[in-house]
């Protein structure tokens, strides 16, 4: 499927519903869709969702991206990660379909995933966008029954836009006539072109600290809309962000009729790896000895804003950076934040990633934003040198999901 890749990425849906007409419009059969768009917390919020939804007797397909460890992670029918078997079938039957055309891969790799929903029975459907939204693969269903709109930040420049307004327009290209959308916090020039869509659409909008709020008090989570006041317990994901992002999830469960058995579901049952994950077994673990080891594939600005908040919340103790990112990121944005909460960085190269930022210029990048950075050869290594100075650190291995996604694998 790569060989059929086009030189360059353009969005366009024209060779998504090229393919979609081809499997006889999949995409027409799929349960009830929930469709979640934005820059940050999109991950999370579904993962809230699928869990208040499941704690309330439901069953869920979810598609999302990227997969950290395997391929089968963006795929999940009725609750369970697609299987082998499942898979081969819907890719070889895609690849077939679209007759040696020029196609994206996570284009044909998502018609592939709406056609195994659209085989499978199941009570709703949740789909993330990969990127953008307006000519993202995922927007091609004429109706779902709600949108979601995390917060919009500046990323992807190169295909979305320079700026804040033009970013929250291919955001917005979710938006559906009459179907109603839960909004984020949004600065507000993004607020403003994501309310004249909805306007011109006649969707109804719910959103944050208009419509629907939502804080922390006394460890308790506080959420409240215009049906009342619920007191909740914190969401196990971790930050004072994944408040936020409960607060969307809950405000998504009300929307669509749910009660307080799935908003309770959704805060204590979410699972969602590689978002300030604690690793607590496999080698890594056993090579860190005392220190604690930690995992984030935050990768921008917004994302090293919430990552430092969290780690100014954690009991007292020296936080050393594992970091490699893509050479597609802001680094400078995401590392300045972070540099006052931790005591040294370790820059490495993502294993097999072409657009790895090299070792060394993330090194570079960490020191101009006020880190002690050194370069290390892998992360294994990193850690071996953390721990011989610091035994009892926190360790936190962070900059990109696909790095992440590299020690899932490697951690076993």
Known sequence: MMALHPKIIDLTLDRVWRLLAALDHPERALPPVIHIAGTNGKGSTQAMVRAGLEAAGKSVHAYTSPHLARFHERIRLAGDLITEEALTEVLDECYAANGGEAITYFEITTVAGLLAFARSPADYTLLEVGLGGRLDATNVVETPALTVITPVSIDHQQ????????????????????VPCIVGRQEEAALEVIEARAARLGAPLFTYGQHWHVWEERGRLIYQDENGLMDLPLPVLQ?????????????????????ETACEGALRDAVWPARMQRLKEGPLVERAGTAELWLDGGHNPSAGEALAALLATLPEKPTHLICGMLNTKDIGGYLRPLAAQAASL?????????ATLPAAETAEAARKAG???????????AITAITAKAPNARILICGSLYLAGSILRENG
């Open 239 to 259: 930050g004072a962000h994944q408040v936020e992002n409960a607060g969307m999830a809950i405000a998504a469960l009300r929307c669509l009729g749910f009660g």
């Open 371 to 381: 880190l002690a950075a050194v370069e290390a050869p892998d992360v294994a290594t």
């Open 346 to 354: 370790h820059a490495v190269s993502i294993p097999g990633e072409t």
């Open 159 to 178: 295909f979305l836009g320079e700026t804040l307004p033009e970013i929250a327009g291919e955001k917005a290209g979710i938006l559906k006539r009459g």
